[in-house]
């Protein structure tokens, strides 16, 4: 591990983000409150190794990120800062014995430096997520009330706690994008105005004439608090209409009072309505009488000692039921105020910038939230996430987790989307529901756009859609293209994923190369951080084809090389050599280039991008011998023919429960076979029966001569009469197991039910075809996959997650618009992104290059099941 500087510095950071390291570091934090100089001694050694090694990460992170410094590495020079003020202050005791301490000034200046040792506990504090909540109000409320009498080392406490938090919040202001200049002005006032009272603490003030009055500007630290909940708890009384219930309670308490306290002064005008003891003039007035019944009303217990006559104990017993009631009105009325301010709290505007927004949630959201927090662990970013769901309830698959953050509110709402502070934001995920029809998927995802681009003009989208992202008029370059926008306005980056799309083309390269989904995800987001993946690079350099063979040289020309040596070159050294793109974003593969361009982007397999920048520079550099050459029989580059999994022209699919996008499938494998024979059994009705068929023939029917290809038949299959599965799998190359259609409980179990006994049959059949199982986690695959790893069984068995694989894609294309500081940085992930698209595309752009990868990988794969330590130069196996 320490010989590899990314592992070492990957598993650094999760040791020092880990919440119980935290832990360790507060009790040695308050152990450094000590007067033993040994301890400081040793402390002063054990933290000075801590920061060593933060700046190192630092330096390291830098490397990987060059451009401008985002808000987190300018909080993390800050408190890098205040650390070393910190532990430098442990000198003050390890030399205590050598200082002279009687002077007073020396004196306040040790305590000074004692309380500063306290400063490293703001770095586990995330105060860009605290800053400006309520709870953290009424913090701040608390320490600023407990400031007026606070003397000494306290009040000195006190004042250093308000200076870290009034220059993280600078930090933050300061990178802040305002989508308003009053915005912007409001939010420096209330920074100026915290700044003034919190230099208005210092000591040297007290004994100034208008000391008094600038200690009073303390309070103003209480302004923004209490107005964000006095506004929340109005718009709670106006919206839950209480005002009147409210102003009907009071109106019947003033009648029942009055009319009591009339009636008391007419019939018992000498008693005593006071309760002091003794009839007075007061009791004669009416006021005394009036006070007397609304005291009984209002009270649930009875407030007589003991009745004077009958009359008086009939009122007691029926004021004692009158305020039984209105205690508990108020009671009800306070609960539900109480109950409407927390769920305003709860769902109180955020301000926080630089962060990504999720508008919306579908069954693919939890695997983008998995795979973009891998994202964020691996290269060190810390990613805000806020989600924005259409119900107050958290949905399915949303863990607690401390980088997300949940509010709710309607995504087309102005004042939803303000909540999450979509004007700041940098990138949005919009989730289109499940369950919808075509239509509506496309309303959905059309005036959401424009509602997001109202508050954003600029912000990056990503559209996660189940249907088809293709445009609906000829004329439109893209499906969310607004047809009264002459200005082009909403030519801003807007991608839209489609998740039939890269379904079809999953299975559809899955059913030719079996583990296809493992190694093009592990691609995009890999699992260990040692992993090489996609990397995509700017270069400037041409490919020139001379005498039929592509020569590639750098800028200056000054070194040039055939492209095939600087492949197997690349290779040999643990680089594989993917795409080029040119200006104009188009991509060609590496090992088919055929035509003259000008390099402006190159998209390789390795550790990091320095890698991939590395390696080619070596290998154009590097005098070429044929020494230089990998010398083996199967290694990627020496492949001189792409063959796929089953060289057959035929194929002959059995699919077993509902495959969704199947007519695209259908379609897909027809780029790969000369015919397809595909039979499907599902629990169907007869109508769903008679409708699905049409339907899939309808299809067919719209495909380019794909009614003399294609012979489809639909069976009914009730999944429990496990011997009518016998002749239909006979003579099968490709089964697929999925969930029945009406079945949506523990449907992984339907599928390994039926598995298991297909496996049966497929014995006594003596029949050994690929078998993909359908679920729908990675925890389901995982515990399919042991089972099967446990008996070593002689079939060939795939799990595919297709949820996972289609979320890992959208996490990936959105952490790298996320990531993009300028457009020459997105424009490159757009490059990468095209090349994915190849990768899984229905046209055999790149499919020689995943011939070989696939062929690979799979050695790689047999090599690691022969030798734990075995290693390859493409991990993703």
């Known amino acids: 591990m320490f010989a590899n500087k990314a592992m070492y510095f990957h598993y650094t950071e999760w040791v020092m983000n880990h919440p119980r390291f935290v832990i360790v570091m507060a009790v040695l934090i308050l152990l450094s409150i000590t007067s033993e100089p040994w301890l400081a001694a040793v402390l002063f050694i054990l933290f000075s190794i ?10 390291y992170r830098s490397n990987l990120n060059p451009y401008k410094m985002d808000p987190r590495r ?65 913090l701040v409320s608390l320490i600023v009330i407990m400031s007026f009498f606070a003397e000494g080392m306290y009040l000195m406490a006190i004042l250093i706690f308000f200076s870290v938090e009034i220059a993280v919040r600078f930090i933050i202001t300061s990178n802040m994008h305002f989508v308003s200049r009053k915005q912007k002005t409001i939010e420096w ?50 919206e839950g209409q209480f005002m009147q219930e409210i102003n009907l309670i009071i109106l019947i308490l003033a009648v029942l009072s009055l009319g009591g306290g009339f009636i008391g002064n007419l019939t018992h005008a000498d008693y005593d309505f006071s309760r002091d003891g003794q009839i007075t003039e007061v009791d004669h007035e009416m006021l005394a009488p009036i006070w007397f019944a609304f005291r009984a009303f209002t009270d649930p217990g009875n407030s007589v000692p003991f009745p004077e006559s009958n009359s008086i104990a009939v009122f007691s017993v029926v004021a004692v039921l009158g305020g039984v009631f209105m205690f508990a009105f108020f009671i009800g009325i306070g609960a539900s105020i109480v109950s409407g301010l927390m769920g305003k709290l709860r769902n109180n505007d955020l301000n926080i910038a630089n962060h990504i927004v999720m508008l919306g949630w579908n069954d693919v959201s939890p695997f983008v939230l998995q795979q973009l927090n891998i994202l964020s662990q691996r290269t060190f970013s810390r990613v805000k996430l806020v989600l924005l769901h259409d119900e107050e309830k958290q949905p399915e698959g949303l863990t607690q987790e401390s980088w997300v953050t949940f509010r709710w509110g309607d995504m087309e709402n102005s004042a939803s989307l303000k909540r999450i502070n ?69 030519n801003k980056p807007t991608v839209i994923l489609s998740q039939a799309d890269v379904r079809a083309n999953l299975l559809r390269q899955v059913l030719s190369y079996p583990d296809f989904d493992q ?40 070194y040039q090389k055939p492209l095939k040596h600087i492949i197997q070159s690349m290779f040999s050294r643990g680089v594989i050599l993917v795409a080029i793109a040119d200006t104009q974003l188009c991509t060609y593969p590496a090992l088919s280039m055929n035509d003259d361009i000008q390099i402006a982007y190159i998209v390789g397999i390795a550790l990091d991008a320095n890698s991939l920048m590395g390696e080619i520079d070596f290998a154009l550099r590097q005098e070429w011998t044929p020494q230089n050459a990998l010398v083996m029989d199967n290694s990627y580059p020496l492949i001189t023919k792409a063959t796929r999994l089953d060289s057959t022209e035929k194929i002959r699919v059995v699919i ?58 639909l069976v009914r299959w009730d999944f429990s009469n496990m011997d009518f599965l016998r002749e239909h799998v006979h003579g099968a190359d490709r089964i697929i197991i999925s969930k029945p259609a009406h079945i949506s409980k523990r449907p992984h179990a339907i599928v390994a039910n039926v598995l ?81 698209d190849d990768l899984m595309a229905d046209c055999d752009k790149l499919d020689a290059f995943i011939s070989r990868l696939w062929k690979w990988a799979r050695y790689c794969l047999k090599a690691y099941n022969r030798s734990s330590t075995a290693s390859c130069s493409i991990t993703a196996c």
């Open 756 to 836: 298991s006994h297909l496996m049966t049959i497929l014995d006594e059949l003596h029949e050994k075809p690929f078998i993909f199982p359908l679920v729908d986690s990675r925890e389901q695959a995982e515990m399919l996959q042991k089972e099967l790893y446990r008996f070593d069984v002689e079939h060939e068995v795939h799990v595919v997650v297709p949820h996972e694989f289609y979320g890992t894609y959208v996490a990936h294309t959105s952490f790298g618009m996320f990531s993009a500081p300028n457009a020459e940085v997105y424009n490159s992930q757009r490059v990468l992104r095209y090349v994915i």
């Open 74 to 138: 300018k909080s993390e020079l800050f408190f890098l800062a205040l650390d070393m003020v910190a532990v430098a202050s442990l000198l003050l005791t390890v030399f205590e014995s050598t200082l002279p301490m009687e002077a007073g000034v020396l004196a306040r200046f040790a305590r000074i430096m004692y309380l500063l040792r306290a400063i490293r506990l703001f770095r586990y504090i995330d105060l860009q997520s605290i800053l400006y909540s309520p709870t953290y109000g009424m």
């Open 519 to 558: 190694i093009i995800s592990r691609l995009m987001i890999p699992v260990r951080h040692d992993e090489s993946t996609l990397q995509v690079i700017e270069w400037s350099g041409s490919i020139t084809v001379i005498d039929e063979e592509a020569w590639m040289a750098s800028a200056c020309v000054q």
């Open 656 to 713: 077993i429960g509902r495959v969704e996008a199947l007519p695209l499938m259908l379609k897909r494998l027809l780029n790969s076979f000369s015919s397809v024979d595909v039979v499907i059994l599902d629990d169907l009705s007869p109508d769903e029966h008679a409708d699905q068929q049409a339907y899939i023939r309808r299809r067919i029917g719209e495909m380019e001569g794909a009614d003399a290809r294609i012979s489809t038949t």
């Open 50 to 59: 801590e920061i060593g090694h933060r700046i190192a990460l630092m330096r």
């Open 189 to 238: 006032f209330f920074w100026w105005v915290d700044l003034a009272a919190t230099v208005a603490m210092l000591p040297m003030f007290a004994v100034l004439n208008a000391g008094a009055a600038l200690r009073v500007l303390r309070l103003a630290r209480l302004l923004r608090p209490w107005l964000v909940i006095g506004k929340n708890l109005v718009a709670v009384v106006r």
């Open 422 to 490: 979509l004007a700041m934001a940098k990138q949005a995920i919009v989730n289109v529901p499940d369950q919808q029809s075509a239509s509506e998927n496309l309303a959905h995802s059309f005036f959401s756009l424009l509602a997001i681009r109202a508050e954003n003009p600029d912000i990056f989208i990503n559209y996660a859609t189940p249907g088809l992202s293709t445009p609906h008029l000829k004329s439109y370059h893209h499906q969310l293209q607004v047809g009264w926008d002459k200005k082009n306005f909403y």
